[in-house]
């Protein structure tokens, strides 16, 4: 796994003091979202479509500050938006290496490079480099031509200053999966020190609504993609929830492992819904009707979710809730999922990719729209 062996000591202790205190709803990671605004208009996400005056708005380095010592995890994510374009990011960033926090900051990395002299190489400070696949996948995905080149020089400049780098991969309806598998290998040529995944969640506001997985196409894609898979792949993720991707295992969502901090407060219930905001974390644990959410909750919204922010702290729960879980989790840590049927699979022509909604997709519209 490509997680050093201090950040999963600290992140073990963590959920074991969690356990022990006899707490069936914590916190795993926070997402962490300075601002929405960005440079890139993906026509999958559903953040950027906000109005120009809440594209301006942005969390200031104390109330990120203050967010993280309410929540007590860990481990932070910094999405957005791209959080680079946040005029204080290298202070925000520096006040949680301080504090000792495990920071992923998630970026396009279109403006890696002339930002990397705000930020020092450290443990606690991991780039997150958002690449959908290999070149022609990701600049269709994210609307951009020349997107994958520029994070890739992104990614290698990261690397050659010292900096731990990985990358954050979402896959849709239609992904191939022969050409997800090479993305692997051009990965782990690059040096990354490990790579995520995740299936697209449906927001609302995204323009394009038709090429969203639904669950059992999620797992075969994810059965196609992760089986008969070679040693030199490392996953920044936990190994059952990969399991999980793979239709091997079940799990509950845990909307409360990953809560998200925003310029509007603390999102009820998750990082991908937004019904109603609380002022303090422990309103958000308190007041939240968490049963309202989850596949088993009949919620709609949440039908086809297979998500990380949902089920990933459910799958890290699982292996620390007994000797069995963490032997579970030994298990799937090294096999290969040896698997000749999906082997077959891979040789079926991927489905029609049909046309992404084409939105904002030159540099000029794009600050246009953040204006």
């Known amino acids: 796994m490509g997680v050093p062996v201090s950040q999963m000591w600290t992140t073990a202790t963590y959920v074991l003091k969690q356990r022990m205190k006899g707490r069936k709803r914590y916190p795993f990671v926070l997402m962490l979202e300075p601002l929405f605004r960005c440079n890139l208009a993906c026509a999958g996400c559903g953040k950027i479509q906000y109005p120009g005056h809440i594209l301006k708005m942005e969390l200031t380095p104390e109330e990120c500050f203050r967010a993280v010592e309410e ?8 999405p957005g938006g791209e959080p680079l374009m946040h005029p204080k ?17 998630c970026t396009n990395a279109l403006l890696l490079k002339e930002k990397l002299h705000l ?34 020089e ?11 780098v990985t990358t954050n991969t979402t896959l849709f309806d239609g992904a191939d999966a022969r050409s997800v598998r090479a993305f692997f290998d051009e990965m782990m040529d690059l040096g990354v020190e490990g790579m995520m995944l995740s299936p697209g969640y449906s927001y609302d506001k995204a323009p394009d609504q038709q090429h969203f997985l639904g669950r059992a196409r999620t797992r075969r894609l994810f059965r196609m993609i992760l089986s008969n898979r070679s040693k030199r792949w490392r996953f920044n993720q936990s190994a059952l929830f990969l399991e999980f991707l793979m239709g091997k295992r079940n799990y509950r969502c845990t909307p409360w492992g990953m809560p998200t901090y925003n310029v509007f407060g603390w999102q009820k219930p998750c990082y991908l819904l937004q019904d109603g905001y609380a002022e303090t974390f422990a309103e958000l644990m308190e007041a939240t009707e968490w049963e309202r959410y989850g596949t088993e909750s009949g919620n709609p919204k949440c039908a086809n979710c297979m998500v990380h922010s949902g089920y990933e702290a459910s799958a890290v729960d699982h292996t620390f809730r007994s000797f069995s879980g963490l032997w579970q989790t030994v ?4 096999s ?36």
């Open 71 to 78: 929540c007590g995890t860990p481990t932070v994510a910094i």
């Open 89 to 105: 990011i290298g202070e925000i960033v520096a006040g949680l290496v301080e504090r000792k926090k495990y920071i992923y900051l």
């Open 119 to 152: 930020f020092q190489p450290s443990k606690y400070l991991t780039f997150s480099v958002h690449v959908d696949g290999q070149r022609e996948h990701h600049d269709f995905a994210v609307c951009r031509e020349g997107g994958y080149d520029k994070a890739i």
């Open 154 to 164: 992104g990614i290698r400049e990261a690397l050659e200053r010292g900096f731990r």
């Open 331 to 334: 298990k799937a840590m090294l």
């Open 336 to 371: 290969r999922y040896e698997d000749p049927e999906a082997l077959h699979m891979l040789d079926e022509p991927a489905a029609a990719r049909g046309e992404l909604v084409q939105i904002a997709a030159t540099p000029a519209e794009l600050e246009e729209t953040n204006a």
